[in-house]
């Protein structure tokens, strides 16, 4: 009996020795792993170049476009400069979208813009100066994303797709553009970009905020990009309820504070990204009202924005998941970087509304694509040659150099021709601030949407819409009393249908803004070659109807020069207010004259007296 008592004791000592043994063993291996995985990262960080340099250069791109691109989206006028004008100065152009009755726009947006507005212009005497610094905050804000997103792809994946990427994202003609544009695609653009750093660097709490803050305080639409970090943290790792307590948190921070500024401005209960949702997905017409586009729209904009690294974005996932096959080099990380580029462009290509804003949000992850492609072109083929070959490493850096060279090279020849061809509205404008008369009536007829907003109006100096062939709906003026941004105009409606009241008469107008192209209508007369109206200040202005399509997409030295054709833009002035000028001007002179002439006979009559 002992014997068998004996026997079991050991067996159940033994038992519970050997999985203290296996237990302590498994701790000792985890404890290895984390202490592995914590040198690891710190040896990444360790080598991950001093970020300032970077940061300066691309504030330095950001701060270029500010200051040289032109505003390509007249929604980037009249949705978001005009309100912005309107809260910091009082003045400013309505949408219907701001209509109380619709209210599909949030000005919790805005009201940021123009606390910044109404700051700078305590120190910058001048509207424009304003308006350029708000352009250069953006800008900014879009250099701090991207170098976020630049360090946590470094710790990543490593230098070279890092820096295949600054390089990438630094020339594109497409970051030129959305950088400092005034749209919430573009801040949606820069919080996913830095959703996924944050990802990256497993910080998915930040992560989930800013995709919810693209989401709701940018355009709802984008929240579908936060899909595979939803993925990551429910499916993959299983932490549901992590994922909660962060969503909650995210909506607190970001929806309170909209609704509240909302509730103040439209005096009543508001929920602007649901109600954008509802209109453009739920509503018979929808955005289609505002033009349809072809499938291929998005290739000939994605080339011109991206040129040929957009094509190597577009094979990105089936190079991957090829290369993946062969080798274990690149973790599956990099698909989830790959997956919201194409969930966006499966829903935008299909949509039958495409705008070039539109895509703004994934363009750092079209970056992405495009220099994990390079990668993969760099790896194999120095792998599938080398043996040959040598110096194939060598040769395949070549081969990616060649590439860049195409790249920047048709990148600046783009982005020349955004700012050649396109700059005379920007560049008119600004003489416009300077107009002598303090209550002028400048109008705009078929140029209406290239109007840079109202910060480019001096103080008293008034914008007037003339009749053209434009049939759809114009922005009409806030009310000016306090109820500007809760008080209902019932000449504004959400079918895009032309409303006559916001037209004034030709004959009311002191000033015009208008281009020649050399043909006319009668609604869209050549007003600078009719009697009563002077040219005070003109540039060329591409006519892309008259011009080829290379050369006017791409300003190519020695090329587009021979075969583009350009047009007259024109700031017009009453010839009658000239003489007017002019007459004031002589008798002001033969006041001075008669004044000096009195001078000089008093101090001759007093020499006499002498």
Not at 463 to 478: A, C, H
Not at 603 to 608: A, E, M, T, V
Request: charged residues 20%.
């Amino acid at each position: 009996m002992a014997d068998e008592l004996e026997k079991r004791w050991n067996k159940s000592y033994g038992s519970s020795k050997m999985k203290y043994e296996n237990d302590r063993k498994l701790l000792h291996s985890m404890q290895q792993k984390q202490s592995l995985k914590v040198a690891e990262k710190k040896a990444v960080d360790a080598v991950v170049p001093y970020t300032e340099w970077i940061f300066t250069i691309l504030t330095a791109a950001r701060i270029y476009a500010a200051l040289t691109s032109h505003i390509t989206d007249c929604d980037e006028t009249y949705n978001f400069w005009e309100p912005t004008h309107f809260l910091a100065f009082r003045s400013g152009f309505q949408t219907w979208e701001y209509n109380p009755k619709f209210a599909l726009r949030s000005y919790f947006y805005v009201g940021v813009h123009a606390a910044l507005a109404k700051i700078a212009s305590i120190f910058l005497t001048h509207k424009v100066f304003v308006f350029y610094f708000i352009r250069m905050m953006l800008g900014m804000f879009c250099a701090v994303s991207e170098d976020q997103f630049y360090s946590a792809i470094y710790k990543k994946f490593g230098s070279f797709i890092a820096n295949c990427w600054l390089v990438t994202t630094l020339f594109a003609p497409g970051m030129f553009i959305s950088s400092t544009a005034y749209l919430p695609s573009s801040f949606a653009m820069c919080a996913i970009t830095l959703a996924y750093a944050a990802w990256l660097d497993d910080c998915n709490q930040a992560a989930v905020l800013w995709v919810a803050a693209a989401s709701i305080i940018g355009w709802p639409f984008v929240a579908v990009l936060g899909i595979p970090i939803f993925w990551d943290i429910v499916v993959k790792n299983g932490q549901f309820k992590k994922f909660a307590e962060y969503f909650v948190v995210a909506l607190l921070y970001t929806l309170s504070p909209l609704i509240l500024v909302d509730l103040m401005m439209y005096r009543k209960m508001v929920i602007a990204p649901l109600n954008i949702i509802l209109y453009n997905v739920f509503n018979i017409h929808g955005s289609t009202l505002y033009g349809t586009e072809p499938f291929s729209f998005y290739f000939y904009n994605g080339f011109l924005n991206f040129n040929v690294a957009f094509v190597l974005a577009l094979l990105a996932l089936p190079c991957f998941l090829l290369y993946k096959h062969f080798s274990q080099d690149l973790k599956w990380t990099a698909c989830y970087l790959l997956t919201p580029m194409y969930i966006w462009f499966g829903i935008m290509f299909s949509a039958p509304h495409k705008e070039e804003r539109f895509l703004f949000p994934v363009y750092p992850l079209i970056s992405f694509a495009a220099s994990l492609v390079l990668y993969i072109i760099w790896k194999s083929t120095s792998a599938c040659f080398g043996y040959f070959y040598k110096h194939m490493k060598e040769a395949s850096i070549l081969n990616i150099s060649g590439f860049f060279i195409i790249y920047i090279a048709l990148s600046c020849c783009r982005i020349s021709a955004l700012e050649t061809y396109y700059r005379a509205p920007m560049h008119l404008y600004r003489d416009v601030y300077s107009i002598p008369e303090l209550t002028a009536t400048i109008c705009v007829g078929k140029e209406w949407h290239r109007f840079p907003s109202s910060f480019f109006v001096p103080h008293g100096a008034t914008i007037r819409f003339v009749k053209s062939e434009f049939k759809g709906q114009l922005p009409q003026r806030y009310y000016s009393g306090v109820n500007g941004t809760y008080g209902i105009n019932p000449n504004q409606n959400d079918r895009n249908k032309e409303e006559p009241s916001v037209f004034t008469s030709i004959k009311e107008c002191d000033y015009l803004i208008d281009v020649d192209f050399g043909v006319e209508s009668s609604l869209e007369p050549r007003y600078n070659t009719k009697s009563g109206w002077t040219s005070i200040k003109s540039f060329p202005f591409l006519n892309a109807a008259k011009s080829k399509t290379i050369a006017r997409a791409f300003n190519i030295p020695g090329y587009s020069r021979k075969h583009v054709k350009y047009g007259t833009y024109h700031l017009l002035k009453r010839t009658r207010l000239i003489k007017h000028q002019e007459e004031e001007r002589d008798r002001a002179q033969a006041l001075k004259k008669d004044h000096e002439e009195k001078l000089m006979k008093e101090k001759f009559h007093d020499s006499d007296e002498l």
